[in-house]
Each structure stands twice: as structure tokens, then as C-alpha cells.
């Protein structure tokens, strides 16, 4: 199972940007798939996930702000960042966690907030 994720950049605070990540491979059992960070000297943090019921989970820091989505058909999953600050720079992470088989992580995109 691989990911590929893309969609990091620089925007400036207040600004928008879409991740999105695409897993291939032998994946028939999908639990899971979502977005953790990391930023500069701290651990690795969850973000956002939608789990196979279609059930969202946030960290309380991005609610409100970040919309998580899936495309089951396409193994895809997306993040919407919206009102971003500059407390949301962070190299962005995405993974599945697939029934049987265990986690997969993307290589990481980084995201710069930053006027």
C-alpha cells in the first residue's frame, strides 16, 4: 500500500489550501483515513480522520476550520483548510488504516502559514 499526497505550500493567514492524498495498492478494507502533523520540536499530532461509517474526528485545535472527505472509489482522501494560522505550519501527514493489514503513512506535505 503507498500514498501520495500533495497540495502543501505557502499561504498567507487567513488563507485556504486543499490537501488531498491517494492510496493504491491491495486495499479491499478501508477503517480509516485522515491527516496527522507535525510542526517544528513537537510530536506528531492528529489532525483529522473519517473513519468507514463516515464518522469525523478533529482535533479541537481545527475545528471549525479543517474539513476532512473522503472518495472511497478513488482511495482519496481530502483536507480542506480554511483560516489558517500560523500555529498550523506543519509537515501534514496522511494515512489509512486498513482492516487486516495496519497503518500506511504518506510521505508528508508541508504546509507554511506565514505572512
Known amino acids: 500500500v503507498q500514498l501520495q499526497a500533495c497540495g502543501g505550500g505557502l499561504v498567507q493567514p487567513g488563507g485556504s489550501l486543499r490537501l488531498s492524498c491517494e492510496a493504491s495498492?491491495?486495499?479491499?478494507?478501508?477503517?480509516?483515513m485522515g491527516w496527522h502533523r507535525q510542526a517544528p520540536g513537537k510530536r506528531r499530532e492528529l489532525v483529522a480522520e473519517?473513519?468507514?461509517?463516515?464518522?469525523?474526528n478533529y482535533a479541537d485545535s481545527v475545528k471549525g476550520r479543517f474539513t476532512v472527505s473522503r472518495d472511497t472509489a478513488k482511495n482519496t482522501v481530502y483536507l480542506q483548510m480554511s483560516s489558517l494560522k500560523p500555529e498550523d505550519t506543519a509537515v501534514y501527514y496522511c494515512?489509512?488504516?486498513?482492516?487486516?493489514?495496519?497503518?500506511?503513512w504518506g510521505q508528508g506535505t508541508l504546509v507554511t502559514v506565514s505572512s
Open positions: 495498492g491491495e486495499i479491499f478494507n478501508t477503517d480509516a
Open positions: 473519517q473513519t468507514r461509517r463516515g464518522t469525523t
Open positions: 494515512y489509512i488504516r486498513v482492516r487486516y493489514l495496519g497503518e500506511f
